[in-house]
């Protein structure tokens, strides 16, 4: 019994790095290439979405995995993403868990918190003079793009994360009985 719970929960670990890691080629390597004027996040909603139905120090994991993803693709960071991301995504689980419910809207607002963090770290690494035309540039051309698409994206991404959770949830319940 305790053994086939650890390939379940070892196969739902495989689905969430695989799924992470196609997300991360999507988001550094294809989605560049394109014509989209502006930048695509896709890392930040489906970390989000997983965290969500998963504990708090599965959420310090994922975004663990999901800050070193973006370490490693990003020329800007150097390795600010692999420090904040688990936080950020430990306090999603630990308020998901003790505190808030967890719906799809919950999961929207936190991504959409969550997709300013780059346009934010992009100003303190370019380390141009911040003055309010070039934060109303950058909110305007980076911040309200990257809130939208990342919320529309987590939408189906969260009722995934769902399936996912529940198909082992039962499997584990079918178990125990």
Known sequence: MKKHHLTLSAVRGIIYFSVLLLCSILQFIILPRTALPF????L??????????????AGLFLGLLSGILWDAASPLTDGV?????????????????????????TASLFTAVYSLIP???GLIYTKEKLTGALLADVIKSECIPAVITSVIILVPVYYLASAIHRRFSAERAKEVL
């Open 119 to 121: 346009s934010a770290l």
């Open 81 to 105: 993403y692999a420090l904040i991301f688990p936080a950020i995504f430990l306090l999603t689980g630990l308020l998901t868990r003790y505190v808030l419910r967890n719906t799809c809207l």
């Open 44 to 57: 930040i909603p489906v970390t989000a979405a997983f965290t969500m139905h998963e504990k708090e120090f």
């Open 39 to 42: 930048p695509l996040l896709l």
